[in-house]
Each structure stands twice: as structure tokens, then as C-alpha cells.
């Protein structure tokens, strides 16, 4: 196996004098168990109070080894996957000297131009708390004192999916309902699952910083939630509260910041500057500093740090990569489990092995947009491209073409001409387009979220010469798929993937993995539709299909999804019988068994992601037109059928009601088993009064 050591970076001669100096407890970013451990010696034998430094990094999807971005993982609507890919990033980060990751980011997406959705899992609350707590049960493993357990960091802390228009970094106007109905449930579950430490966000709500927010920091974490742990700030969110016009200057931000509940200050170096004087002052109670001292401190002793300053910094374990085999198979694994097929018109997939196939598109032989969005330290002598891939699928490699035909955001000096040439002489057409990889990842939101057009122009050549086509896509978020690219034989969503992605794509183009993907978020038709989410409000004027005029829709497109929420298929037929309920009357100190008979009629065994969802008819509060609350990933054989159950509690219809309080409300429910959001027929059952 070709392996290419990593690179200690950052960790600096200028780190070891903040550590004595400025008395910084945290460094983030870099990495080395050497430099580590020269920096913990430097702390326990130079600094003032001889405490161990954490050793912090944004290891969000991988370290060495690179899982699919979060939010194409998500889409294996597999918690279990995340737990195991989490789980081998925290090996390969501890070894590497970390204690600490900044993930996962747990922030719900409803709106597409967000370019930090694809840091999440999608824009699904249910989904979104069994993917929290699946990460920080990955990170930080069963022990949090093992030299392999890496302390995990639900952030942003809160509402940061929820900024106006996409736009990274903008504004939160947000109900309370939907503030603790959307947006707060999966912190809630990272901090059950055992995170002890939580990154605050840059927005505000409704008008106050979410970083200098007492409401969310003091009163809800600790007060409400009791979260025994520690409030990082991201970056230098203390310090923007003088940009927000929330703070005076640096003193008043300092100030704002550590008395509303922020323990740590990232980056901006304020609190080593300015919380001595205004702790002197009185500004700020000694019994607050004392209280948060005493966080970080117990945060150092969860994990062992103050009885052995030098865990988690063996050169010897770093050295050793016996485990990469391992995680690169895991890698592969999770990279064809992330991938849904959104269309497969005349089982035009899985493609034949002897078939004359042309590869055609600027992401064919890329190796720049394999990682995503949020990789410091993958090792890319290891990534494997789509070119790569295919070619170790293909036992004939000369039935493959590959044509670039243009570049990821401009054309090509003669591409078109070749990649029609190409398309003429071969059976099929796979086209690889999509977003460069640093079209997502923080700031980068969009307004368009189409395909570049240079793409786009590339795809109608193709398209036009009749040779069926199958469009493989790499993207960061959902996206509104155009012309010839929405009008593919096949479409196959295959976000960044990580290190494995040409073998994973390879897998299910050829047919040895059938696709067992879903949409964690919804493909819409158009942009204009953002935000767009499966799980809206109802509206006093729905849609329908007879009456249009003077409905909630747009003049040019249907308010619905191209592609919904949950969609995806496989390479079998899979039918669902109806969805019948045990009890019509539900008394609320009972639990409903919900139940649907699936039968696979095509010739190849599949997995199904069967989902349960719901619908309250009537309510004091204006509720979603379905909402999840259950899913599960099950195998069907050719010819089998096999009966779902799922258990719907009460308690799961709870929702923050008129009078603000939270619960459930009796009345008639709708509730479905069905193969995505906009599938399926419900049956129906009455919640009894208390
Ligand atoms: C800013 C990002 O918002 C956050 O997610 C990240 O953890 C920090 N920078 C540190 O790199």
C-alpha cells in the first residue's frame, strides 16, 4: 500500500511561548505526537500552573483515511455506518496526537444555498439526531480516558442551518417552535450520547449572538439541559460580537461573551487579554471564572489528560498504519452506502462489463475534488478517482473512453468535439459532473445551485447524439438538475466520497453494490424554491393536482421535490403493502405498533430504507405536512416479503404547542410506512385525550 507519512503542521515554536506566556489551555489545528508531546512537556514543566494542554483539530470526515462528507453519509440512513467511520477517524486522529475533534457539525439544512449543509446530515430533525449521536458515540468510543477516544463538539451551537437566505454568517429570524422543534433536538441527543463540550455559532437569534446568548449558553444548556461541559466559541465568534453591534469593543465583548456562558475563546485571543481585569474589576464574579476554570479542568481529568499529560501522544502508534487496510475497505463501504440513485430509466443501470463506455466529464480523472469540504489531513496519495476505479472494474480496458470535455467551471480548447466523438462510438455515456468540492463547506453559499454552465453545455452535446447517458453527480448539498442532466437515462448522486470514491462509484455502476442511498435532503426543481424542506407547515391554500390557481405554488414549477426527501432506489423492485395500524384509538400512555408488508419482485437482493412518518391533523399550532420519526435499513432477497414494524410512543408526537409548553395533543393522526416523503398511502388513528 502506497502510504504517504503525515505532516506535523502548525504546531509551532510560537504555540510552546503561548502555552507559557499567555497560558493558552487548548491549541488547535496542528498535529504530530512528537510536537505534542513537546508541547505538553513545555506545559507541565515551564507554564505557571503545570496543567497539560487539549490538543484540538477539525477532523469532521477523516483524518488519513477519508469518509463520504457527513452529509452523503447521512444519506445511508445507516447511524451505525457513521458510529463505525467515526470511530476509525478518532483512531487515526488520536494517533496522530489529537484529543479533541470540532465535530459533528449538527446543524439542520432547510435551505440548499447553505453551503454548510453538507457538514450535517441533511434536513431532517429524526435523521439528524441519530447521526449525532452516532458521531460523538464514534469519536469518543466506549472509554473516554482510552488513548483512542476523541472528545467530540456538537456545533454551531444553535440555529446555524437556519440563516436568512443561505447565506453564511447572515441573520436568524426563527419561531420558538421551531428553534426547539428543529433545530435544538440533535444537540440534545449529542449531549445524551456523552459529548462534553459544545462549539457555539456566529448568527444571531433573533437579534442577540448566539455566542453571547445567556438564554441558550446558561439558561437552556446548563440550567434546562444540565450539560455538565465545556462552551467553545467558534473561532472568533467573542470577537465578532463588535461587528454584530452587540459589544462596544474588545473588553465589552469579552465580557458578554464569558458571563452569557462561553467557557473557551477559540482564536481571538480576548479572554487571555481581557478577563484578568475585568475579574479585578468585578465586572465579571470570580465565582463564574471559578466555575468555568473548574469545566475545563474536569473536561482534562474525563479523559485522563491531568494524571498522564502524555496520552494520546505515542509516536509509535502514529507511526504504525497496520489499520489503514481496514479503514480503506470501511471507506469504500461507506462511500457505495452514501450513494442514491435518483433514476434508472429501462435498467439502464448497473452497465455491463464488456459494454464501450465513455467516461466523459471534468471529474473522470480529477483528484482534487475527492475529499470535500472539510479535510485538513487526508492522505491523497491514497484517493482513489473515478478513472482509477473504473479501470480496476474493467477487465477490457479498451471498451473504456475517457474525455475530459470540459473543465469544472470552463470549457475545453476542442472538449466538446471529443466528448461527442467519444459519446458516438460508445454505448454508454457516463457523465461525471458537479460542484467543485469548494463550492460547500463554510462560507460557501450559493444562489444558483445549479451545475457551472460550462457542464451543463457539455452534457446537451452529449445528450444530443442519442448514445444514452448516465450522469454521475459530485455535490455538497441538493441540488436543481437542468436539461439534458435532469433528463438522463440514469442519475446517480454521489457527493465527495473520500478516499475510496472511484471504487465505491465503480461498485454500483457495475453492479457488484445495488444502491441503498436516500435523499437526505430534498432535490428541488428549481432554486428559486429555497428554502425547501419535505416537512413544511401546511398552508390554508395547498396544492393540488386538479386546481392550481390561486394555490401555494410558484408560476413556473409545482411546489414539490424533483427528487424528495427520502427518495432513492435500488437495483430491485421493491412494493410496499398498505400501512395498518394495531389501535384506531391510541390512549397516550400506550404505544401504537405501525406495521407494512414489503415484497421484493425484481431479481437481485436489495436494501430498503423504509421510513415512518406522520402527519397531526389538527393541532394548536400549525403542524408539518409529514414529519419522519422512524427509519430502518433491511435486505430483501429476490421474491421475499418481509413485515416492517415500527412502535410510535406518544411521546414522539410532541411538539412546542401554542401556549409554549411541549407535548402532544389528542385528535386524528395520519401515519405512513413508505419509501420517501412523498410516497405512500396513510392510515389513520386517534390520539385519546390524557
Ligand atoms: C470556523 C468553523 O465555523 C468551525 O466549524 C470550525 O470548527 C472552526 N472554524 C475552527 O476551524
Not at 488519513?64 to 487515526?92: C, D, N, Q
Not at 453564511?168 to 435544538?184: A, F, K, M, R, W
Not at 473512453?401 to 468535439?417: F, H, M, N, T
Amino acid at each position: 500500500m502506497s502510504y504517504d507519512p503525515p505532516r506535523p503542521i502548525l504546531v509551532s515554536s510560537s504555540a510552546a511561548s503561548d502555552v507559557v506566556k499567555r497560558q493558552v489551555g487548548a491549541l488547535f489545528n496542528g498535529v504530530g505526537a512528537a510536537q505534542g508531546r513537546e508541547i505538553q512537556r513545555v506545559a507541565v514543566e515551564e507554564s505557571r500552573l503545570g496543567i497539560p494542554v487539549l490538543l484540538a483539530a477539525d477532523v469532521i470526515h477523516g483524518m488519513r483515511t477519508v469518509f463520504p462528507i457527513p452529509l452523503g453519509e447521512a444519506a445511508s440512513f445507516e447511524p451505525a455506518l457513521a458510529e463505525r467511520t467515526a470511530r476509525a477517524t478518532a483512531v487515526e486522529a488520536t494517533a496522530a496526537g489529537l484529543h479533541w475533534t470540532f465535530a459533528p457539525a449538527v446543524d439542520i439544512a432547510r435551505d440548499q444555498r447553505w453551503g454548510r449543509g453538507a457538514e450535517g446530515a441533511g434536513e431532517d430533525t429524526v435523521l439528524g439526531c441519530a447521526f449525532a449521536e452516532a458521531r460523538v458515540r464514534g469519536f469518543q468510543g466506549p472509554d473516554l480516558r482510552a488513548a483512542d477516544s476523541l472528545l467530540a463538539t456538537p456545533k454551531h451551537f444553535a440555529a446555524y442551518g437556519a440563516v436568512a437566505a443561505g447565506m453564511d454568517y447572515n441573520y436568524v429570524e426563527i419561531s420558538e417552535g421551531t428553534l426547539q422543534d428543529v433545530h435544538l433536538p440533535p444537540f440534545k441527543a449529542a449531549f445524551d450520547a456523552g459529548a462534553l463540550t459544545v462549539m457555539t455559532a456566529f448568527n444571531d437569534i433573533n437579534g442577540v449572538p448566539a455566542s453571547a446568548n445567556h438564554a441558550l449558553l446558561t439558561g437552556l444548556l446548563r440550567g434546562h439541559w444540565d450539560f455538565p461541559g465545556l462552551v467553545v466559541s467558534d473561532y472568533t465568534a467573542d470577537m465578532e460580537l463588535i461587528a454584530h453591534g452587540y459589544a462596544e469593543d474588545e473588553r465589552d465583548a469579552t465580557r458578554r461573551a464569558f458571563t452569557a456562558g462561553m467557557d473557551m475563546s477559540m482564536q481571538s485571543g480576548f479572554y487571555a487579554a481581557h478577563l484578568p481585569g475585568l475579574v479585578e474589576s468585578g465586572e465579571v464574579p470570580m465565582a463564574l471564572l471559578d466555575a468555568s476554570v473548574r469545566r475545563v479542568l474536569s473536561l482534562k481529568a474525563a479523559i485522563g489528560l491531568l494524571d498522564d499529560p502524555y496520552r494520546s501522544l505515542d509516536p509509535s502508534r502514529e507511526d504504525d498504519i497496520s489499520r489503514l487496510e481496514a479503514h480503506e475497505t470501511l471507506a469504500r463501504d461507506a462511500g457505495r452506502r452514501s450513494i442514491v440513485l435518483l433514476k434508472n430509466e429501462s435498467d439502464v443501470l448497473p452497465l455491463r462489463r464488456d459494454a464501450r463506455i465513455a467516461l466523459v466529464g471534468p471529474f473522470a480523472r480529477d483528484r482534487d475534488n475527492i475529499e470535500g469540504c472539510w479535510t485538513l489531513f487526508g492522505d491523497k496519495s491514497r484517493y482513489i478517482s473515478l478513472e482509477e476505479g473504473f479501470r480496476a472494474a474493467l477487465p477490457h480496458a479498451g471498451s473504456l473512453e475517457i474525455v475530459d470535455g470540459c473543465g469544472l467551471e470552463s470549457p475545453l480548447e476542442g472538449g466538446i468535439e471529443a466528448a461527442v466523438a467519444a459519446a458516438r462510438r460508445a454505448e454508454v455515456v457516463v457523465l461525471a459532473l458537479g460542484e467543485p468540492q469548494r463550492y460547500s463547506g463554510e462560507a460557501q453559499s450559493r444562489t444558483r445551485i445549479v451545475l457551472p454552465a460550462a457542464q451543463q453545455v457539455l452534457a446537451e452535446a452529449v445528450s444530443a447524439t442519442g448514445t444514452p447517458v448516465v450522469v454521475l453527480l459530485r455535490n455538497g448539498r441538493a441540488l436543481a438538475l437542468e436539461g439534458a442532466v435532469r433528463d438522463a437515462r440514469a442519475i446517480v448522486v454521489t457527493w465527495f466520497l473520500g478516499s475510496q470514491t472511484g471504487h465505491a462509484v465503480a461498485d454500483v455502476v457495475f453492479g457488484d453494490y445495488s444502491p441503498s442511498g436516500r435523499l437526505p435532503v430534498s432535490f428541488p426543481h428549481d432554486s428559486g424554491q429555497q428554502p425547501f424542506f419535505y416537512n413544511h407547515p401546511r398552508t390554508g391554500r395547498p396544492e393540488t393536482p386538479e386546481m392550481s390557481e390561486f394555490k401555494a405554488r410558484w408560476r413556473e414549477h409545482p411546489n414539490t421535490a424533483l427528487y424528495p426527501f427520502g427518495h432513492g432506489l435500488g437495483y430491485g423492485r421493491i412494493e410496499y403493502g398498505a400501512t395498518t395500524v394495531d389501535m384506531a384509538k391510541l390512549p397516550v400512555s400506550d404505544v401504537l405498533t405501525v406495521r407494512a408488508t414489503l415484497r421484493n419482485h425484481g431479481t437481485r437482493a436489495v436494501e430498503e430504507v423504509v421510513q415512518l412518518y406522520v402527519h397531526d391533523r389538527v393541532a394548536s399550532r400549525v403542524r408539518p405536512v409529514r414529519e419522519l420519526k422512524g427509519f430502518r435499513k433491511l435486505m430483501l432477497q429476490p421474491g421475499e416479503s418481509q413485515e416492517v414494524v415500527f412502535r410510535l410512543a406518544p411521546a414522539q408526537l410532541a411538539f412546542t404547542r401554542a401556549d409554549g409548553t411541549h407535548g402532544s395533543e389528542p385528535g386524528g393522526f395520519d401515519v405512513w410506512i413508505a419509501p420517501s416523503a412523498m410516497a405512500g398511502v396513510p392510515a389513520r388513528f386517534e390520539l385519546l385525550p390524557r
